[in-house]
């Protein structure tokens, strides 16, 4: 392979190039030459023909890639809006005659103990503590007032339902809570 070193020169401002022991030539007079020719022009007509045919895949993909993102963003806002949710209300506990106010602070589900026919109950404790989504339940605790102790819980609203699987150590009891709206 013969190659050649060139050297780049100014003269009368025209940028030269100029082989070291030869000719020299001038650019902008060979850029012309170049540029002007039949084969090059089709040359550079095959070029933009690809480049536009790269360029329409581009835009394809492109736009394949964000009908993708839109279609899973919806999925999740759909799923989002499907996630079974705890609403404010007034609960009927299965046992007292209790009644429970749920309520809604800092993202998190709370119930008050608001009625019951226990005397000794202590009415506007928070018996519903920190419930939060997670892996797709409510996980929180529930005060047991007769056992003067916390335990783990998990809530799963069914309608007019609150279905409530209680956890303490070994053992687990499952409660079921009434909306008071849909007993009237």
């Known amino acids: 392979m013969n190659s050649s070193k060139f050297t780049l020169i100014f003269r009368d401002n025209n940028l030269v190039f100029k082989r070291i022991g030869g000719k020299a030539f001038n650019v902008r007079a060979l850029l012309f030459k170049v540029l002007t020719s039949k084969a090059l022009a089709d040359k550079i007509y095959l070029i933009k023909g690809i480049f536009s045919k790269v360029l329409a895949i581009k835009v394809a993909a492109t736009s394949l890639l964000f009908a993708l993102i839109f279609i899973v963003f919806s ?52 018996v519903l503590r920190n419930f939060t989504f997670i892996d797709g339940q409510w996980v929180g605790e529930i005060y047991s007032i007769k056992r003067d102790q916390l335990a783990d819980a998990t809530i799963e609203p069914k309608g007019d339902k609150l279905v409530i699987e209680v956890s303490i150590a070994f053992f687990s009891k499952t409660l079921e809570w009434q909306n008071e709206k849909s007993t009237q």
Do not use: C, R
Request: proline share 2%; charged share 25%; aromatic share 8%.
């Open 75 to 126: 999925a999740s806002i759909s799923a989002h809006d499907n996630i079974m949710t705890i609403t404010q209300g007034v609960w009927l506990t299965d046992t007292d005659g209790s009644k429970i106010a749920t309520y809604q602070k800092d993202n998190k589900w709370f119930g008050k103990l608001v009625a019951s026919d226990n005397k000794e109950a202590p009415l506007g404790i928070d």
